[in-house]
């Protein structure tokens, strides 16, 4: 065995047995460690240790001319870096090569939202007052009003919904904590399904959104009701959770202009997390410059 393919199988072993990652991930730091090989030994390169800088950015401008995503490179960087930590850990290498290259920035991809009027449609529809239909229209609403991220609506116990000031509590990332307001329409659907869900019983159950059998409602099943609710309402778009949140986002800040309130509702520790929710199209950017702007003014 060559000598780059018995270092990544000792690395590989490492993550396993130390680290005890899983396979996915162990497999995937192998694919892309046993590509740098590969790129390596054309290069007659066959040691580790004797990897440059020069070499790892040769390396990462072949990747980028494979047309790999800006995520993908930085992965297969990262993976290159590991490997260098436990290699100088273990006394076989002494400098890492891929600590001093950087890779090409990923292109932040605008979320898919929904317009207003498709949200109003999808929330205002009659989609019916027995229980199922009442526990999915406050969960619906609870998302649009409030910006949760899914793992945060599906864990929120009874506890968690002031319906007197109209908060909910929610943890977010990172175990973080934060308080965010409910709308008027949010507090009435929950209202309404916790008189549904009195009904049902397992008071000994402290999740506020519950299936028929008591259990907690999972976020599989969140995503698979709307998807459900999407379809039936005659919204082509797929509806999921990550949509009406990312809708909640952009009407609040097309509304308020305000990004820093904007982003304390959403829970982002950056700011720069914030910005790839602002999507303000150019006619309103324009009128907004025309109206603002002291040389831009009509006399």
């Known amino acids: 065995m060559d000598d780059l393919g018995e270092k990544i199988d000792l690395f590989i072993l490492h993550l396993r047995q130390e680290r005890r990652l899983s396979e996915n991930t162990t497999s995937a730091y192998q694919r892309d460690l046993k590509q740098a090989a590969d790129f390596l030994q054309t290069e007659n390169i066959t040691k580790w240790p004797t990897v440059t800088v020069a070499d790892i950015r040769r390396y ?40 001093a290259v950087q890779a090409p920035k990923s292109a932040k991809k605008l979320p898919s939202t929904l317009d207003v009027d498709q949200v109003n449609g999808l929330l205002n529809s009659d989609i019916g007052d027995n229980l199922i239909a009442c526990r999915d229209k406050a969960i619906m609403e609870l998302f649009y009003s409030s910006g949760l991220r ?32 409910v709308g008027e329409q949010a507090i009435k659907a929950i209202k309404n399904w916790l008189n549904r869900r009195q009904q049902l019983g397992f008071y000994e159950q ?94």
């Not at 008591?214 to 082509?236: A, D, F, M, N, T």
């Open 60 to 99: 990462i401008a072949f990747l980028n001319r494979q047309n790999l995503s800006g995520r993908s490179i930085q992965r297969a960087l990262s993976s290159l870096r590991s490997l260098y930590r436990f290699l100088i850990r273990e006394g076989l290498c002494e400098q890492n090569p891929a600590h």
């Open 150 to 181: 899914l793992s945060e609506l599906a864990s929120i116990n009874l506890r968690d919904v002031d319906l007197d000031d109209q908060l909910v509590y929610v943890t977010g990332k990172g175990d973080k904590s934060r308080v965010i307001p």
């Open 206 to 299: 402290n999740a506020l959104f519950i299936t028929k059998q008591g259990r907690r409602l999972g976020v599989r099943s969140i995503q698979q009701r709307l998807k459900y609710w999407g379809k039936k309402q005659g919204i082509s778009d797929h509806i999921h959770p990550h949509r009406l949140r990312h809708a909640f986002a952009s009407h609040m800040l097309e509304s308020s202009g305000d990004l820093r309130a904007v982003q304390e509702l959403l829970g982002h520790a950056d700011i720069s997390t914030t910005q790839v929710y602002t999507h303000v199209d150019f006619q309103h950017l324009a009128k907004v410059y025309d109206s603002a702007h002291p040389r831009a003014k009509k006399k």
